[in-house]
């Protein structure tokens, strides 16, 4: 039984129109180029808003320089087509000119996991645009650790150990594990603040594979100023011991609130649609999410399946759009605008500077 590597490499590397979307020759080029590649078992080109998101199968490993300098070839190439048609942000996500084998810190979002191909291997690969990697943490908690949203949890005796998550500090390149259900309420401390700490994996206790990979790339920590919100990716193994795909489906059924949504520093509902839907348009949004379900076979991606093109999630589309209608009238309020340190930029020091002779001691 060979062992298969399922990674998932995104960027924006040019909006159509600004950010709302991925013109159709960027898909067709990436495609052209990861087809002309004899390192990959198989690959699915995804987007979702303006974000494009390789996803590929093969045995070389996760970080294979080699499939990172694949997937950088790809963007690139995608760029000169963003050039030529003047997208908007042609390169955004791209930070550097060369390529250094491994696209981490580079600006692209990386989710890899390898893995023994099971008798029958569903995933789920999530991908968001106009977000940050910590909105995973919800509904990865939901997945992997509420019996309310995962009854497997308590009904299925290959779930019933419960799992580990392993949690990265954004902002000290640290990271910790912790396992659950015992560490539930310490684990809760730290990803309730999704925009410092992020679920990087997720293990199965009871056979120690891992179940679940996200990507963790902040861009504005990398590139020291804002180009463009992370958007994140998060690849989920489902059944047999795993959670089912309809577990793994069910926390997008709330829309939750998350941070990204206009000039990256507003709050918003993360609304999960169909790919046909995926285009952030109201006020650059709101934040959407999408899900494809492959089965892998032999490495062959089997699909996609998209879950999220499902009328039993009509109720939480309308759910998120009124809540984006409630959030807007707040206009250049906060919790609708982000708090002051988490924007991703500021007039404020430059107003600041301008009125300081104004403040006065209060003098009481
Ligand atoms: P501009 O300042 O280029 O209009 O960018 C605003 C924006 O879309 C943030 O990414
Ligand atoms: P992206 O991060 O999707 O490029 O969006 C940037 C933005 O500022 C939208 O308002
Ligand atoms: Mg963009
Ligand atoms: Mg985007």
């Excluded at 996500?93 to 060369?98: R, T």
């Excluded at 995962?150 to 954004?170: A, N, S, W, Y």
């Excluded at 707040?330 to 988490?342: A, K």
Aim: glycine content about 8%.
């Amino acid at each position: 039984m060979s062992r298969i590597t399922l990674s998932v490499i995104k960027a924006d590397v040019g909006g159509w129109v600004g950010h709302t979307s991925v013109h159709p020759q960027l898909i067709s080029k990436a495609e052209q180029v990861l087809s002309e590649s004899s390192l990959l078992k198989d690959f699915h080109v995804a987007y979702v808003g303006d974000d494009v998101n390789l996803i590929m199968t093969h045995e070389l490993g996760v970080d294979s320089t080699e499939i990172h300098q694949l997937a950088w070839d790809t963007f690139l190439a995608c760029t000169e087509v963003a050039k030529e048609l003047k997208l908007y942000g042609a390169g955004q996500d791209l930070l550097s000119d060369a390529f250094s084998g491994n696209v981490k810190g580079m600006g692209p979002g990386v989710a890899e996991m390898e893995f023994e191909e099971r008798k029958a291997e569903p995933v789920i690969v999530f991908m968001a645009d106009k977000t940050e990697p910590g909105a995973w943490n919800l509904p990865l908690y939901k997945m992997f650790a509420d019996p309310f949203n995962t009854i497997g949890l308590v009904i299925d005796p290959k779930m019933h150990r419960g799992f580990v998550m392993e949690v990265h500090d954004l902002i000290e390149h640290k990271s910790v594990k912790f396992s659950l259900p015992e560490e539930l309420y310490d684990l809760l401390v730290f990803i309730g603040a999704p925009g410092r700490y992020a679920v990087k994996a997720v293990y199965s206790k009871t056979t120690g594979d891992i179940a679940a990979a996200c990507s963790t790339q902040r861009l504005n920590l990398m590139a020291g100023r804002y180009v463009g919100k992370d958007d994140p990716v998060c690849i989920v193994r489902c059944q047999s011991g795993l959670p089912a795909v309809g577990e793994a489906v069910e926390p997008f059924a709330n829309p939750h609130l998350v941070a990204g949504w206009m000039r990256g520093s507003h709050v918003g509902p993360l609304m999960p649609v169909s790919v046909e839907d995926s285009h952030p348009t109201r006020f650059d949004g709101p934040p959407r999410v999408i899900a494809l379900g492959f089965q892998i076979a032999n490495g062959k991606l089997i699909g996609p399946r998209d879950l999220f093109a499902d009328v039993s999630y009509d109720r939480a589309r309308q759910k998120a759009l009124e809540i984006a209608d409630y959030l807007r009238r707040l206009g250049p309020f906060e919790p609708h605008r982000l708090p002051l340190e988490d924007m991703e930029y500021t007039t404020m020091p430059e107003v600041m500077e301008r009125l300081k002779e104004r403040f006065k001691p209060i003098e009481d």
